[in-house]
């Protein structure tokens, strides 16, 4: 049996007593490729793959096409042994991140730098002379590799987008900051889960009420608690933020603790009432001083979400707290046993009475609503010398919050203004009672506030709003400096290619450390963010795709669309191109600089001018962009949006996680043809009839029965600059996909 296993002509031999023995597996000097080598699994993970069945560097007809399919179907395969083990995860992981930028680095530095025969000498030279496009082209052209600095850079762009399309809709800033963690050993349906597909997987009952299970358990089937979280997350905005927080739109992402490693989300969501921003502006409308604007706001942020800084225990006859129902060391109230943890119970479980549901409420609150400072929070104040609590706990000389005996609104070190309501603990975090029985995990929901009118929010408040939210929902990531710094260390120190270098630099902004949970998160392909609204990229270049479909070559872009739309349509661009319901991003814009640029004011006006239809209809010939987008800014067609990003620049504060500066323009990152050719970023949905054939090997690509123009160049500058065109230029039969991609390739090929 063992000889039929492992060959025949293997050395084996037995000793005295009859016991098998076998060779030790040499081992060699060059190291083997974990891409190409054959039976490459088999030989790291023999108990993983006893008979070499199922790797996939082997010579077999593949069900899964690439490495990420394969690593996810095999994560949630049928008996669970790929996900228990301990370092599986972690190497597939780790080999499809290296994988996919080893294919960037080498797309970027063969399309996108401009040169590809650059020398590492010359990349020298030219940070040197205080050119950095390489480095910053670099990483903008990287922003699909998950979980990277520029991928959370990209979606920063995105949250920004949203904030303007919302304001551009009326809705205006969002309503509340909200967040919430993965309490994995105490989610009663989380055990239940978990229980369930041990049983499935191994046909056996495990306890989960002993730690001792319940911790293996959990580090075998991170992949559940992966999935889990991700659903609980969707269902609870859903079913809570959605129905009883009135939410209406949203933005979270999921983020993983660099402490333990667990996933927890933190988002923006906006509210259908444009609540509380309508209410604060109505009381300073009516002149009411700033003690009463917070009472008449914190009375409805207690009907509303339940918000409170007192502890639920209340207080007694004699108006004291009942510091008896306090834990320590504040109180006296000892620790519940185990089996009254709340955190093991569903809301249903406790809703008995009321009584019940403020019992629940009370020892959730001491359970993880108290902050206890630590070396976490607590970071040294370089003006004081003293260390304080990052949270707003004090400090090390004076611990805990100031008590209250009435709510204030104050500014926040972001310079946003932010809700204190009544307090009667000192460590008590201000938190939602809602949302802390229906999440039952740690978690936060505050209220961003504003003063001015909601449906059209001021510049101050949008730049002090945008700062706090935007750069917290995608904090957590190397900001652009430091990775540009990091080019230049690694440039000075480096002797390989350029392409090589390209390669390395890319290797260290996606490297960090991964828990088991985001490998599985990675694997399994789960969102790291989502959105209520999708997002549609816009490119402003005015080039066509072609197409052929009997009477043109060329597909009407997005322009073309917007100046063909009916004479008593006075929209602007960007109010044209929000009527699809979907977030414009816009690929080819330039970050504002101050002074103002040329390029940078006529991308504004084209998107956000009233009712054009010519350039002349927005500037005369005689004037400059800048002169006509001064002008614009002080009219009341401008959004307080655009206001907002050049007040940005003026105040040189550039945000870390801004475009790449303006030379990740797309349109000059790339020949002008490209934009006319490549799909749009985002399909709303696939074709069904779409299908490849490439003929076989036998078709002549060299024939054609197309009858191409003589001056090809001529030919494309024409219909670049206008609809106007004959047919009779380029005769294209009746054909089908594939034979205008040919037309395509053929013109552009010839240019």
């Known amino acids: 049996m063992v000889r039929e296993t492992i060959g025949a002509n293997s050395k084996v031999s037995f000793d005295k007593k009859g016991t098998l023995i076998l060779p ?32 996939f560097n082997i010579n077999r007809p593949r069900t899964c096409t690439s490495l990420s399919d394969w690593a996810e179907h095999l994560l949630w395969y049928k ?31 063969q399309q996108k730098l401009g040169d590809s025969h650059i020398s590492i000498e010359e990349l020298k030279e030219k940070i040197e002379q205080g050119d950095e496009s390489i480095c910053k082209k670099i990483l903008y052209f990287s922003d699909t590799l998950r979980g ?89 905005f859903e079913n809570v933020m959605g129905p009883v927080f009135g939410v209406s739109a949203y933005w979270y992402r999921q983020e993983f603790a660099k402490s333990r490693g667990m996933v927890h989300w933190h988002g923006l969501c906006w509210r259908e009432d444009k609540e509380p921003h309508k209410l604060l502006h109505d009381c300073v409308v009516k002149g009411l001083s700033e003690p009463d604007c917070a009472q008449v706001l914190s009375d409805w942020a207690k009907y ?62 001491n359970r993880f609503n108290l902050h206890r400072c630590s070396d976490y929070c607590m970071t040294t104040n370089k003006s004081k010398s003293v260390k304080e609590c990052r949270m707003g706990f004090g400090s090390e000389n004076e611990s805990g919050k100031q008590l209250r005996q009435f709510p204030d609104i104050i500014k926040d070190k972001n310079k946003c203004l932010r809700l204190e309501m009544k307090r009667d603990h000192p460590f008590l975090v201000q938190h939602s009672q809602f949302h802390t029985q229906g999440w039952r995990a740690n978690g936060d929901i505050s209220l961003i506030l504003s003063t001015s009118g909601p449906d059209n929010p001021s510049v101050e408040e949008i730049l002090a709003v945008e700062k706090y939210t935007t750069a917290y929902s ?25 392409q090589n270098f390209c390669s390395k630099y890319l290797m260290n902004t996606v490297k960090r450390d991964v828990s088991a949970v985001e490998a599985c998160f990675e694997i399994s392909r789960f969102p790291l963010y989502r959105c209520s609204h999708q997002f549609q990229s816009v490119s402003l270049s005015g080039l066509r795709i072609f197409e052929s479909n009997g009477k043109f070559i060329t597909k009407n872009n997005i322009f073309d669309k ?144 197309i009858q191409y123009p003589t001056n090809y160049k001529s030919f494309i500058e024409s219909f670049e600059e206008t609809d106007n065109f004959s047919n009779d230029l380029l005769i294209v039969p009746d054909v089908n996909e594939n034979t205008y991609k040919k037309v395509t390739s053929n013109l552009l090929l010839n240019l």
């Not at 599986?88 to 530095?109: D, P």
């Open 148 to 236: 990277s600095s520029q991928y959370w850079s990209r979606r920063y762009k995105e949250v920004r987008s949203l904030e303007e399309y919302l304001i551009n809709e009326g809705k205006g800033l969002p309503s509340i900051f909200c967040t919430g963690s993965c309490a994995e050993f105490h989610f009663k349906p989380l055990r239940r889960l978990l229980g369930m597909y041990v049983k499935l997987t191994e046909n056996k009952h495990i306890d989960l009420d002993n730690h001792n299970n319940l911790y293996a358990c959990l580090q075998e089937n991170s992949h559940i608690v992966a999935s889990y979280f991700d659903k609980r997350t969707i269902s609870y």
């Open 562 to 705: 917007y100046l063909s739309r009916p004479p008593n349509d006075n929209c602007s661009f960007y109010d044209f191109i929000c009527r699809s319901g979907k977030v414009p991003v816009f690929s080819s814009i330039l970050q504002a600089s101050w002074p103002l640029t040329e390029d940078y004011c006529r991308y504004q006006l084209l998107i956000h001018w009233p009712n054009w239809r010519n350039v002349s209809d927005i500037k005369p010939d005689s004037a400059t962009w800048i002169v006509t987008m001064t002008a614009f800014l002080e009219s009341k067609h401008c959004p307080n949006f655009v206001r907002a990003d050049i007040e940005r620049a003026k105040r040189h504060k550039p945000n870390d996680y801004a475009e790449e500066s303006n030379c990740v323009e797309k349109a000059s990152q790339q020949p002008d043809w490209v934009e006319g050719i490549r799909p749009d970023i985002i399909y709303a949905e696939v074709p069904e009839d779409v299908s490849f054939d490439d003929g076989g090997p036998h078709i002549d690509w060299s024939k054609s029965d």
């Open 79 to 109: 008996d669970g042994r790929f996900a228990k083990h301990r370092y599986f995860k972690f190497i597939a992981h780790n080999m499809i991140i290296r994988k996919q930028t080893l294919e960037k680095s080498s797309f970027i530095f």
């Open 24 to 55: 030790w597996p040499s081992r060699g000097n060059t190291p083997l490729s974990e891409f190409s080598t054959r039976y490459f699994f088999t030989l790291a993970f023999p108990c993983l793959f006893p008979y070499a069945s199922g790797d």
């Open 304 to 365: 509303q979400f339940g918000l409170s800084a007192e502890h639920p225990a209340g207080y007694d006859e004699a108006g004291n707290s009942k510091k008896n129902l306090w834990p320590p060391p504040e109180g006296t109230a000892p620790a519940p046993p185990e089996e009254s943890n709340p955190l093991f119970k569903l809301l249903m479980d406790v809703s008995e009475s009321q009584d019940t549901v403020l019992e629940d409420y009370l020892l959730l609150c």
């Open 474 to 498: 995608c904090k957590g990531n190397q900001s652009t400096e430091s990775l540009t710094n990091l080019f230049h260390e690694m440039l000075n120190t480096s002797s390989s290619t350029a």
